[in-house]
């Protein structure tokens, strides 16, 4: 079934690709995890299998852009790991989550089991994404992530500015 609809897949992801910037092999493979959510998804009483495909893609792949580039602007103003040391070090630690903490210990403690893990799948730069990645490899889930990349925005936005 795959094979039918592999050109449009195909289509979605080059368009989205070259509106969004973000790297084509996460946009396929996000693409096809979205087919396979279609699949499951899919009520033929209520469509036709393409039809529903085109929107699934469509929306799918704007959310996941819209996500991407959202995720992205958290850690903008994080130039380097001093700033993230001196909020720990200077924040009452009660005002601050457990995942919070735990990502920043991580980021200074475990720098270079970080720095190594994204070398390995990234080319050694620590960003934003790649950060995500780690977690979700970790077993984090993407909401926990996401509140605690917005508590880390909040306190670096308390702090240094």
């Known amino acids: 079934m795959y094979n039918k609809y592999k050109k449009m897949i195909k289509m979605f992801v080059f368009k989205t690709y070259l509106k969004s910037g973000i790297d084509y092999d996460e946009l396929d493979a996000q693409a096809n995890l979205l087919f396979c959510e279609a699949l499951n998804d899919y009520d033929q009483?209520?469509?036709?299998?393409?039809?529903?495909?085109?929107?699934?893609?469509?929306?799918?792949l704007k959310n996941y852009v819209y996500n991407e580039k959202k995720q992205k602007k958290i850690f903008n103003s994080l130039s380097n790991l001093s700033d993230l040391y001196y909020i720990y070090n200077h924040k009452e630690k009660k005002t601050i989550s457990k995942e919070t903490t735990f990502i920043i210990n991580m980021l200074i403690d475990d720098y270079e089991k970080v720095r190594s893990f994204t070398k390995n799948k990234y080319g050694g730069k620590i960003s934003k994404n790649c950060l995500l990645k780690y977690l979700l490899d970790l077993g984090w889930k993407r909401q926990?992530?996401?509140q605690t990349f917005c508590e880390i925005k909040i306190l670096l936005r308390e702090n240094l500015i």
């Open 144 to 146: 926990k992530i996401n």
């Open 45 to 60: 009483k209520k469509s036709k299998f393409s039809t529903y495909l085109y929107i699934y893609l469509q929306n799918g």
